[in-house]
């Protein structure tokens, strides 16, 4: 009988040895803790939405310049231009559509020895539209619109003429922050025929017509 209680005594010290073991490890510190904070929620970046920006460039004229009754005085000319722009995107999956208006101080000039030519502004209101890149923060977008310009000529006298005409191009938009973007992007102005009367820029009437070509760097900040 003594023997039989020896057994029992055991088999029951050893399941609370266990059991105390057991309870040490669910209610003990774990080694490795895992933290209980929340993780915060980080909005999703889009597109959409209105901004403003700054944009410096460079540009390259063309100028189609004919005097009555068979004189050609086309010339180039080039310079910098600066100014701002501001506009509204949506965005809808990939799709990113939009509108912008911007305008240009212009130091762009040329001349060709008898005529010359100055633009001393632009202006556009053009579309855009464009798909994004894998990561949503690169956009890739064509743009059109109207466009102005103000431009000055010289020959025997002086003429300036407010242009109005086209203009359009392409470019790519990088998202720096969720509220700061960079972006470069290529434009070509058509402008329609400015009639100089005779005696202004020749003894004759004379027709010039311009165009212009622009590379533009800018940056844009979203509300």
Same mark, same amino acid.
């Given at each position: ?114 005529? #010359?030519?100055?633009? *001393? ?7 855009? @539209? /464009? +798909? ?6 690169? $956009? ?16 025997? #006298?002086?003429?300036? *003429? ?7 191009? @392409? /470019? +790519? ?6 509220? $700061?973007?960079a972006r470069i992007e290529y434009l070509y102005y058509s402008f329609d025929e400015a009639k100089a009367p005779a005696g202004t820029v020749a003894p004759g009437p004379a027709g010039i017509d311009p165009s212009l070509q622009t590379v533009r ?7």
């Amino acid at each position: 009988m003594h023997r039989y209680r020896a057994i029992f005594l055991g088999l029951a010290a050893s399941c609370a040895l266990a059991a105390a073991a057991a309870a040490a490890d669910l209610g003990g510190a774990p080694r490795g803790r895992v933290s209980q904070e929340p993780i915060p929620y980080q909005q999703p970046f889009t597109w959409t939405g209105f901004y403003v920006g700054t944009h410096l460039g460079y540009g390259w004229s063309s100028i189609d310049w004919q005097e009555a009754p068979a004189f050609n005085g086309g010339h180039d000319g080039s310079g910098w231009l600066a100014g701002g722009q501001v506009g509204y995107n949506w965005q809808v999956g990939q799709l990113v559509y939009g509108i912008e208006g911007d305008l240009s101080s212009s130091w762009i000039d040329g001349g060709n020895g008898c005529c #010359g030519h100055s633009i *001393n502004w632009l202006a556009s209101v053009r579309g855009r @539209a /464009g +798909i994004t890149g894998f990561d949503n923060r690169t $956009l890739f977008y064509a743009t059109a619109g109207a466009a102005w310009a103000e431009v000055d000529y010289d020959s025997v #006298g002086t003429f300036s *003429n407010r242009h109005f005409g086209w203009v359009a191009g @392409a /470019g +790519i938009e990088r998202a720096l922050t969720p509220n $700061l973007s960079a972006r470069i992007e290529y434009l070509y102005y058509s402008f329609d025929e400015a009639k100089a009367p005779a005696g202004t820029v020749a003894p004759g009437p004379a027709g010039i017509d311009p165009s212009l070509q622009t590379v533009r760097f800018g940056l844009n900040f979203k509300f």
